[in-house]
């Protein structure tokens, strides 16, 4: 076996710009807290349970971008351009469809859409009234996240996480104009967040367009995009739906948890909310060593080198203990000061404080899980494993817990909550037995993809 000791090197070089691109587009939703969080507790709790919907439309699209990223990662690898391009054109169908129907949903009944997340009138007002500005953004989201996938996966990752980062940046400032009124702008409040994310994202759609007419990108040929590729798009389906299916459970279940905290009252809604944000931003190291896991682990597959490809697997898997274990640390030294960062309740303040104790146990399971699963497995393409997973820990304990604490047994918040964050723990030993067969060690790419 070749030496390893490009390793580290490599997955700096992919950790730090994914982990930085994740960090920034967590930021949005913290800098949506924060602010809202200084307008009241109902515009910041409103704005956090109608980007659910977003959060939904993202499993769909994640699932056609992982697939494309699983397959891409090999092919690369292998030095095939060409077959890239074609997963690139398939990418665009899957999400382009995707991306109009949440559009047409949001606009067409976005206070039905805020029902499945609150019962509060002046919530599901302020909600609606977001969703029908930012549901304009979901139809480009689709489209750019084809761009920068198949940027991460053809050694431009620096360029994509530049991209995400400028629109980040450019969220952030048109959020504080647009949600107080600055400069001369109207004051929209919660409606200014939804602008704010409509103009980001039209222009990260712009610059995707733009870098990749670079000569080193691969980019869409739009007269053969809708061009079929009869065993590649069946190589893509049986990628992209094991992901659907463990994307929909994991992003369902996960709205679901908000759904049910939203109905156990505002306080918990708003405490939720806010610990959300701040376990979307410490994961963005575990999701950038999970993004870069996939892409080393594939690409040495693909290129047929399967004993490299495994003991990277391997290192990364341990990393990933690390990781969960610094993460929890983050979590307990950050608690006083976000409870400084917020204007909340009392009673609010205290659900928040019990909530960020349960999530530092809850971030040693996520970050495990998602490198080793969504980082090792899948670039292998054992995608079945996770959809089986969630099935039996979040949907056969953790939801059906939480739905009887809440409504049945009437058990207290943080008791709640705590059923929310057991699956991730809980299904840590079933990972490792599923890792230890390497059913993920396998080269998926073909001699001629069409």
């Not at 994740?22 to 807290?33: P, Y």
């Not at 992982?66 to 665009?92: E, P, S």
């Amino acid at each position: 076996m070749k030496k390893m000791d490009d390793f580290y090197g490599k997955l700096r070089k992919l950790t730090l710009p994914i982990a930085f691109q994740s960090l920034m587009l967590a930021s949005v939703a913290a800098g949506d807290a924060l602010m809202l969080g200084r307008v009241t507790q109902e515009q910041m709790t409103a704005v956090s349970l109608a980007t659910q919907v977003q959060f939904v439309q993202n499993m769909f699209i994640m699932a056609a971008t992982a697939a494309g990223a699983i397959l891409g990662a090999q092919y690369w690898g292998r030095g095939d351009r060409l077959t890239v391009q074609k997963l690139f054109h398939i990418m665009l169908r899957w999400s382009g469809l995707i991306s109009l129907l949440f559009f047409a949903a949001c606009e067409l009944a976005p206070e039905l859409l805020m029902r499945l997340f609150s019962h509060d009138s002046p919530i599901i007002e302020i909600g609606s009234g977001y969703l029908r500005i930012a549901g304009f953004s979901y139809l480009l989201t689709g489209i750019s996240q084809c761009y920068l996938t198949t940027m991460k996966v053809t050694d431009h990752v620096g360029p994509c996480a530049w991209i995400s980062s400028s629109a980040v940046v450019l969220n952030l400032i048109l959020n504080a104009v647009f949600i107080f009124g600055l400069i001369g702008a109207p004051r929209m409040e919660a409606r200014g967040a939804a602008l704010a994310t409509t103009i980001s994202r039209a222009a990260e759609l712009a610059l995707c367009i733009v870098l990749s007419a670079g000569k080193s990108y691969v980019r869409p040929a739009w007269n053969r995009l809708l061009e079929k590729q009869k065993q590649l798009s069946a190589d893509f389906r049986k990628q992209c739906i094991p992901l659907l299916g463990g994307g929909l459970l994991w992003g369902i279940g996960f709205t679901s948890y908000t759904a049910i905290m939203g109905h156990m009252g505002t306080d918990a809604a708003a405490a939720n909310s806010v610990a959300a944000v701040v376990r979307d931003l410490i994961c963005c190291v575990c999701n950038g060593v999970g993004s870069a896991a996939g892409i080393m682990v594939g690409n040495e597959l693909g290129a047929g080198d399967l004993e490299k490809g495994k003991a990277y697997g391997i290192r990364l898997m341990k990393l990933s203990y690390v990781i969960g274990i610094a993460s929890t640390a983050v979590v307990l030294a950050l608690t006083p000061l976000v409870l400084r960062m917020v204007i909340l309740t009392e009673n609010a303040q205290r659900y928040l404080t019990g909530m960020m104790v349960i999530m530092a146990v809850y971030m040693i399971g996520r970050s495990v899980n998602t490198v080793t699963i969504n980082g090792v497995l899948d670039g292998g393409g054992d995608t079945v494993f996770d959809m089986y997973s969630l099935a039996v820990c979040m949907w056969g304990i953790a939801v059906p817990l939480a739905l009887l604490g809440a409504f049945v047994f009437h058990w207290p918040v943080l008791a709640v909550y705590a059923c929310t964050c057991l699956d991730e723990v809980g299904k840590i030993p079933w990972v490792m037995i599923r890792f230890r067969k390497y059913k993920w060690v396998q080269n998926l790419t073909r001699e001629q993809a069409d």
